[in-house]
């Protein structure tokens, strides 16, 4: 039906499921960093007109929270690009006992643009 008519698919059975029910199951962290995260660590996705990171939260036992996704726009080649994603890595994440946290660890990808721009923005950071 949908390939040939474009109708919308409804499931026929069961019940549906009040938003509600789901709303009252989220968890809200009143801080950037969870309580159970003891170190911060960064990924970023190098694209020919962008930088995509994310920081992640570790906690004891491989637990792993998404604390922050940044997207940076703009080319890799120019430098005002490259101040904010040095901006993005000094970031300060506020745990939830009041502390502040930095970035630990990065892994920057090099594919995809000039290995060259991220081996030495890496030597500035040196925390890869």
């Given at each position: 039906?949908?390939?040939t008519?474009?109708?919308?698919?409804?499931?026929?059975?069961?019940?549906?499921?009040?938003?509600?029910?789901?709303?009252?199951?989220?968890?809200?962290?009143t801080?950037?960093?969870?309580?159970?995260?003891?170190?911060?660590?960064?990924?970023?996705?190098?694209?020919?007109?962008?930088?995509?990171?994310?920081?992640?939260?570790?906690?004891?036992?491989?637990e792993?929270?998404?604390?922050?996704?940044?997207?940076?726009?703009?080319?890799?080649?120019?430098?005002?690009?490259?101040?904010?994603?040095?901006?993005?890595?000094?970031?300060?994440?506020?745990?939830?006992?009041g502390?502040?946290?930095?970035?630990?660890?990065?892994?920057?990808?090099?594919?995809?643009?000039?290995?060259?721009?991220?081996?030495?923005?890496?030597?500035?950071?040196?925390?890869?």
């Amino acid at each position: 039906v949908n390939t040939t008519l474009g109708e919308t698919w409804e499931e026929a059975v069961g019940e549906k499921l009040d938003h509600q029910v789901l709303m009252d199951k989220v968890v809200r962290y009143t801080a950037a960093v969870p309580a159970r995260v003891v170190y911060l660590t960064a990924g970023i996705d190098s694209q020919r007109n962008r930088f995509e990171m994310y920081v992640w939260g570790w906690a004891p036992g491989e637990e792993a929270f998404l604390v922050d996704k940044i997207i940076i726009m703009g080319r890799p080649d120019e430098e005002e690009t490259l101040l904010r994603v040095d901006a993005a890595i000094n970031k300060k994440y506020r745990h939830a006992d009041g502390t502040e946290m930095t970035i630990s660890r990065v892994c920057w990808d090099t594919g995809g643009i000039d290995g060259e721009i991220v081996y030495q923005r890496s030597k500035k950071h040196g925390v890869f």
